[in-house]
């Protein structure tokens, strides 16, 4: 069974403090690992996407990579507006495009 | 990207009662889907919305109690039917344009009483 694991499930840092968020995944073939970020009340916003191991994309304090197992989202000397939800989803190969989610890591960053 | 919008944006409803949520996006897309947020769980597909013909669901998911509706290229609806408390939850749509990313809309937060 697909199966999207996110951890740790709240994460609290200080301004500036860099951390990762983890995202552990099984897929049966694996079309794209998606990064979203989602504030309270909103909708999940696009991040990232990752195709095959040892890619890695960066936006602003943000890096993701990609194993065959499972992704980093690292967050260098992050500021308060960062604070949000981070959403990790796989897409299987097959005919459907449906996105599996795990269940976020909350992120609060203090000034 | 696109803008894409939900009506409406919140509901609280009566047992028994059905709603039906509009999601429209500024151009024309070739998919768009259904996801649930229930609290503290990650979102869930409820169905493809296909324009022209019936909707693909997901497995624990049936067109009686989820009729979806895809008009055209930029629009389509979801009725939750026969509502319960349990059916209590984020309602979102997205669309995929060519690749493989999917734009979600800003959700309905739907309270059954």
């Known amino acids: 069974e697909d199966q999207v694991t996110q951890s740790p499930e709240a994460l609290r840092l200080q301004e500036g403090e860099s951390s990762s968020l983890n995202c552990s995944y099984t897929v049966s073939g694996l079309r794209g690992l998606f990064w979203y970020r989602q504030d309270p009340g909103k909708g999940p916003e696009f991040l990232f996407t990752?195709?095959?191991a040892g890619e890695e994309k960066e936006k602003e304090r943000l890096k993701a990579t990609l194993t065959k197992k499972e992704s980093f989202l690292h967050i260098t000397a992050p500021k308060p507006e960062d604070s949000a939800t981070y959403l990790c989803?796989?897409?299987?190969?097959?005919?459907?495009?449906?996105?599996?989610f795990g269940t976020g890591t909350l992120l609060a960053v203090q000034p | 990207s696109a803008v894409i919008s939900q009506k409406p944006s919140r509901d609280i409803c009566q047992r028994g009662t059905s709603l039906t949520i509009q999601c429209q996006v500024d151009?024309?897309?070739?998919?768009m889907f259904w996801y649930r947020q229930q609290p503290g769980q990650s979102l869930t597909l409820i169905a493809t919305a296909n324009q022209g013909s019936e909707a693909t669901y997901e497995s624990g998911f049936v067109i009686d109690k989820f009729p979806i509706s895809r008009p055209n290229l930029t629009f389509s609806t979801l009725t939750v039917s026969n509502m319960s408390p349990e059916d209590s939850s984020i309602y979102l749509c997205?669309?995929?344009?060519?690749?493989?990313?999917?734009?979600f809309g800003p959700g309905t937060r739907l309270t059954v009483l």
């Open positions: 990752l195709y095959s």
């Open positions: 997205s669309v995929e344009f060519t690749g493989n990313e999917q734009f």
């Open positions: 151009s024309q897309v070739t998919m």
């Open positions: 989803a796989v897409q299987a190969s097959g005919a459907t495009n449906k996105l599996i």
